[in-house]
């Protein structure tokens, strides 16, 4: 069982807000997830973006709270970049304000952090780093690319068995302006509603 308020904003999620067109481009994640789940094995998705900051992570912590939301069982979410940066600070926060119990296990100038979703599951670790990191898979995942540019600049991901383009407008566009949190929120529900759609959907 999903933290309450999390389980609250799962449950408010509106498919219908997905387009036509974006349904399309979530249908080859639905297919890869469908195809793993029907023979039981692992399914396992590495959410990745340039710099590992900000959609990848939101990916990553959403993707698997859908996975336990809708009860698909074997599902181990990853992220990461062409390059390691640091989580985001908006990232955690906005996390953070929808529910999730954040626990920073180091600082400095790529902190680590422990997002849990629910009571008694292990808690994502959320840090910045390498899509060939040690901490992520090394084969057998989908490789879900989150931004355009990490999905233009790396034509070839060792290891994946499948590459999914699913990009996301940045919300680093907003850093710095009013409209910052908004934006955050924004995205993060988006990334939400369509994860939640991908997995509602696996049977």
């Keep these: 069982m999903l933290f309450e308020s999390i ?39 590495n959410f990745i973006c340039t710099h590992n900051s900000r959609r990848s992570h939101l990916s990553q912590v959403w993707a698997q709270t ?7 069982p074997s599902v181990y979410t990853y992220s990461g970049g ?9 990232v955690a926060q906005t996390l953070q304000n929808s529910g999730f119990q954040i626990e920073t296990l180091s600082e400095g100038n790529n902190p680590i952090y422990a997002i849990k979703y629910t009571p008694n599951a292990h808690p994502i670790i959320g840090f ?6 040690s901490f992520n898979p090394e ?8 931004c355009s540019q990490a999905d233009g600049g790396c034509p070839f991901i ?10 996301f407008d940045d919300p680093k566009a907003f ?26 959907s696996i049977v």
Excluded: W
């Design 139 to 146: 084969g057998q995942f989908a490789a879900i690319m989150t």
């Design 128 to 133: 910045s780093k390498t899509y060939e990191a």
């Design 158 to 167: 060792a290891g994946a068995e499948k590459r999914i383009p699913i990009t």
């Design 175 to 200: 850093d710095n302006t009013p409209l910052q949190a908004e934006k955050y929120l924004e995205r993060s529900l988006q990334i939400a509603t369509e994860l939640c759609y991908v997995f509602s």
């Design 66 to 72: 859908a996975a336990a939301y809708y009860n698909i």
């Design 82 to 90: 062409t390059e390691a940066t640091a989580l985001f600070p908006m």
């Design 7 to 45: 389980q609250k904003i799962v449950a408010s999620l509106d498919f219908n807000t997905i387009s036509s067109e974006r349904k399309e481009v979530l249908q080859p994640l639905i297919d890869y997830i469908q195809a793993k789940h029907s023979v039981k094995k692992d399914i396992n998705l």
